[in-house]
């Protein structure tokens, strides 16, 4: 039986079916096991070829992406599911829709990137990375726990959890997130409440149009106020601000407020938005008030901005492996000793407000210059 990861590719254009087929079939851990022009064709196919993933275009004729995924799902919950969508807001849109239908990543078509060679190889730099994730990570582990009815695990499950210590006023909670993180999303940010006494930043890794589409969601389900953060925006609480796709987003303090700012500078772990960058402006601003949470995701994006909020007096919480859908960038922090709390989906909201409410009911043990600078205005 071959090793290699099996691959379903559905496209209804021959010529991605053959750009993907290729980039694919060039490594040497992947086989193109088989192509469909639409959902039909893929959901008789799948018996027969048994693929380890399914790269799943959104818009095709007859049964398009998401009616696809809707029937596939039926029969197959653990088979992993790519979708390649348009970076357009009807892509945008209904990507998110395949996300929350069970989807377990997307990555975007390559566009304007001006050759065939350039979209070959952000093919490989995206998708490849994934299907091998997914193809041969995790997601097997979950079969045979399902199958044995045992919870997955790893070596970084038995990562310790940092020695206590004793924090002043949480004044901000910053969260990262990436694979996995619009639904994980969708989980913790309605348990913030109306009256949730601090802002709440977020990166979540996902190009333009999708970032705010994103926070529109989340909107509709929180208690508190959710938007895409723009440049001079101020932070309040009960606010929730997410990094817009392409920039950066960082905070500057002005005359007692802190506000946002963003930039295209170089990505940082291949990503922009990144955590780390966030993480570190929010343990120079709020130091010791600062609250920072990792969730799903690959990579390892958010353990240097975690190492900077704990050198800065704050804390960190990150999500449990068996309630992620990739335990990379909390599995990075924790493994590191950063965490303070390694906690399940859906008991990371609960422990915030918890945390969040405990210090806003005693005095802070040292103001953050940001309450200093505040608290001295109100001074006669």
């Known amino acids: 039986m071959s090793s290699k990861i099996r691959i379903l590719v559905v496209d209804d254009s021959v010529v991605v079916r053959r750009m993907l087929s290729d980039a694919l079939s060039a490594d040497p851990q992947l086989e193109v096991a088989g192509v469909a022009a639409n959902g039909k064709i893929a959901l008789s196919r799948i018996p027969q070829l048994n693929p ?4 799943l275009d959104v818009e095709m004729p007859e049964l398009d992406g998401l009616e696809t995924l809707k029937i596939l799902r039926q029969t197959q919950r653990l088979l992993p599911v790519i979708m390649f969508s348009t970076l357009t807001q009807r892509g945008a849109a209904a990507t998110l829709d395949a996300l929350a239908l069970g989807a377990t990543d997307y990555v975007t078509k390559p566009a304007n990137v001006g050759s065939a060679f ?3 190889e952000q093919i490989r730099t995206e998708l490849i990375p994934k299907v091998k994730t997914f193809g041969g990570g995790k997601v097997n582990l979950e079969r045979a726990a399902l199958s044995s009815n045992r919870p997955a695990s790893s070596a970084w499950s038995k990562s310790p959890v940092a020695p206590p210590r004793r924090f002043g006023r949480v004044e901000v909670v910053a969260i990262g997130v990436s694979t996995g993180g619009p639904n994980a999303l969708a989980e913790l940010v309605p348990k913030f409440p109306p009256d949730f006494a601090v802002p709440v ?15 529109d969601r989340l909107a509709a389900k929180a208690q508190i106020k959710v938007q895409e953060g723009a440049p001079g925006q101020a932070l309040k609480a009960g606010h929730a601000f997410i990094a817009p796709g392409n920039y950066h987003m960082v ?12 930039n295209q ?7 922009r938005p990144a955590v780390d960058v966030l993480f570190r402006s929010v343990a120079e601003t709020y130091r010791g008030g600062a609250l920072g949470v990792v969730m799903t995701g690959m ?13 800065a007096g704050g804390q960190v919480f990150v999500q449990d492996e068996a309630s992620s859908v990739v335990w990379g960038m909390p599995g990075y922090v924790a493994s590191a000793g950063l965490a303070d709390k390694i906690l399940p989906l859906d008991q990371l ?10 210090s806003h009911a005693q005095p802070a043990l040292a103001p953050s210059p940001v309450t200093a600078i505040a608290e001295s205005r109100k001074q006669p």
Not at 251 to 262: F, K, N, P, S
């Open 299 to 311: 990579g390892q994006d958010g353990l240097r901005g975690s190492e900077k909020i704990r050198e």
């Open 201 to 215: 930043v977020i990166v979540q890794h996902m190009p333009p149009v999708f970032t705010r589409l994103l926070a």
């Open 251 to 262: 905070l500057a303090r002005e005359r007692g407020e802190v506000r946002i700012r963003t």
């Open 118 to 120: 350039q979209a070959l």
């Open 52 to 55: 380890d993933v399914v790269i």
């Open 265 to 271: 500078e170089i990505p940082e772990n291949s990503c």
């Open 349 to 358: 909201g609960i422990e915030i407000v918890r945390r969040v409410r405990g």
